[in-house]
């Protein structure tokens, strides 16, 4: 594995490395960069799996480089003084946010979290990061209705009937995507706010529904999954709308 860091702050930038690499050890190799400008680089230039991030180099945002990087194939972990952000990067589909000053044990599980990334299931992502003609454009995760394996990245299917291709593989796309993001088959995550049935077909084989009228396959492993996730899902739904309404 091969992470690069980010931080302008020279002694914060050796202690990380040092400490990045008495963690993990064999298991990855770490980079650094000290600007906005050779981070860029690194990232068009080399193949990472991962980034560690200051929100603030040298000055420039680093929020600049976030909406880059969360719509790139490899995770990143926010490390940084400014707490009062760490919502904005979750909702953008960071990993996990390190708050300045850390300590060895927090970079530590954070660390873990990247190293061992398929063991984690469900994060605050409110936005996707897509790749176009001219940039990165931010997609709400309310307008998709599912997502595909395409290879080694994945296809993200919206509301309107666009597609947008996602450099991140099924797999890391569960870990920042919200528990309403269920792998409904080995080649499907779908959005439950937008499945309307879930239906047997013949040759016990399954199938869900979605609001725009289309159809998704059901894995037999996943079946029962998705059945309890949909009903803990609806109970939700009733309870934020009893709650709107002031009942108890």
Known sequence: MRILIVEDEPLVRQR???LCTEHAGPHARFDSAATYEQASERLRASVYDGLLLDLNLEG???????????????????VSAHHDRALEAFELGVLDFVA?????????????????????????A?????????????????????????????EVRLLSGRSELHDKSLLRLSAILPPG???????????????????????????????????????????????????AHEISKKTVRINSHGLR
């Open 60 to 78: 420039e945002d680093g929020f600049a480089l976030l909406r880059e990087a969360v719509a790139g194939a490899f995770h990143t972990i926010v």
């Open 181 to 231: 993001f269920v792998r409904c088959h080995r080649s499907y995550l779908v959005n439950l706010g937008h499945v309307v049935a879930l239906s047997a077909a013949t040759g016990s084989r399954y199938t869900i529904t979605l609001r725009d009228g289309s159809h998704l396959p059901v894995g037999r492993t996943q079946v029962g999954t998705v059945r309890v996730l949909l009903g």
């Open 16 to 18: 990380l490395l040092r």
């Open 126 to 154: 409110r936005f996707l990061g897509v790749w176009r003609v001219h940039g990165v454009a931010v997609v709400e995760l309310e307008q998709v209705l599912w997502i595909r394996a395409d290879g080694e990245h994945s």
């Open 100 to 124: 300045k000053p850390f300590s060895r044990e927090r970079l530590g599980q954070a660390l873990e979290r990247l190293l061992d990334v398929g063991r984690y299931r469900g994060g605050a």
